[in-house]
């Protein structure tokens, strides 16, 4: 595992681009409808083909082509729908 913010490297082979899962902890959820605001906004970052959020856990799972989008950015996207994240340390 390398040293960036990913807690779980999951790549797989789609075609010609790899898909890595990065792990987000985000904070201040209060309802449901949060979740779609953060999936939907994640969601529309190129690069990303997947988003999963948990509201009970504040768990943001990822899937992304890290060569397209990067960490930072995904964290800056949360940010845009109003809610701070950071990478999971585990």
Same mark, same amino acid.
């Given at each position: 595992m390398s040293a960036t913010a990913t807690d779980s490297t999951a790549s797989t082979t789609t075609g010609l681009a790899a898909s890595t899962r990065t792990i987000l %902890?985000? /904070?201040?959820f209060s309802c449901p409808?949060? &979740?779609a605001k953060i999936e939907k906004q994640v969601g529309r970052v190129?690069?990303?083909?997947?988003?999963?959020?948990h509201f009970?856990?504040? %768990?943001? /799972?990822?899937?992304?082509?890290?060569?397209? &989008?990067g960490v930072e950015?995904?964290?800056a996207a949360v940010a845009k729908a109003g809610y701070t994240s950071v990478p999971a340390a585990f």
């Open positions: %902890r985000a /904070e201040g409808s949060c &979740v190129a690069g990303v083909s997947a988003v999963t959020v009970a856990s504040g %768990r943001i /799972e990822i899937d992304h082509d890290p060569q397209v &989008v950015a995904l964290v």
